[in-house]
């Protein structure tokens, strides 16, 4: 009988495939990542995306408050309406309020601004809409009152009534120190007066 070289064990012999299976499962798990990471950082379509603001940007950030037109401003006859005017030329602002009663209640921003059209929003809130407009001139205050008092020696003409930020209309050539002294006291009190036509008139007494 011819000899049998020695066996060799099944469970000895090399597997080839395995380190083909072993590559296969690495490039899996990278490809899954990278498709993971593509989708939260918005690469590739499909993963979550936040919700449209249905407002709209506003450049400060933040929502729009500008009122809808069809949404009524005025929600109830409770509804505060202030309004305020501010006097380019004196820097005063006039204020006064109202409610809206049974004629303004329910009317939408259009609407409002019909009815006081030299008027814009400037805020709006669930009880209270706040309304503005700009006036060139100057408060009633500066142009009914006139003060006379002193300034730099001399006698001087301001619109307005001491304490309320008087505003120098004009400065005459009347010297203090040629008047009296209960004269000076008066101008350094402030006399205050009515009309330009009331001040001509003193002025006239001064210098009598």
């Known amino acids: ?9 099944r469970g000895s012999r090399s597997m080839p495939w395995m380190p083909l299976i072993g ?3 690495v490039i899996a798990v990278l490809f899954a990542t990278g498709f993971m990471l593509g989708v939260g950082l918005g690469l590739i379509p499909g993963g979550p995306s936040a919700a449209p603001d249905p407002l ?24 505060s309406l202030e309004f305020t005017i501010t006097y380019s030329q004196c820097g005063c602002s006039a204020r006064e309020s109202r409610l809206a009663g049974v004629e303004l209640a329910g009317l939408t921003a259009e609407q ?20 503005y407009r700009i006036d060139p001139g100057m408060c009633p ?35 203090i120190e040629g008047l009296t002294a209960a004269d000076r006291e008066r101008l350094a009190a402030g006399i205050v007066l009515t009309g330009d036509a009331s001040v001509e008139r003193l002025l006239e007494g001064l210098t009598d």
């Open 1 to 9: 009988m011819r000899g049998r070289g020695p066996r060799t064990q």
């Open 23 to 25: 590559a296969a499962l």
């Open 56 to 79: 709209g940007p506003t450049p400060g950030g933040g929502h729009s408050t500008a009122p809808v037109a069809e949404t009524p401003l005025v929600t109830s006859e409770l509804t």
């Open 112 to 131: 409002l601004a019909a009815s006081y059209p030299e008027y814009a929003v400037q805020e709006f809130r669930a009880d209270r809409v706040s309304l």
């Open 141 to 175: 205050e500066m142009t009914t009152y006139r003060t006379l008092g002193i300034r730099d020696g001399r006698v001087a003409v301001f619109f307005g009534r001491p304490g309320t930020g008087l505003i120098i209309q004009r400065l005459t050539t009347i010297e």
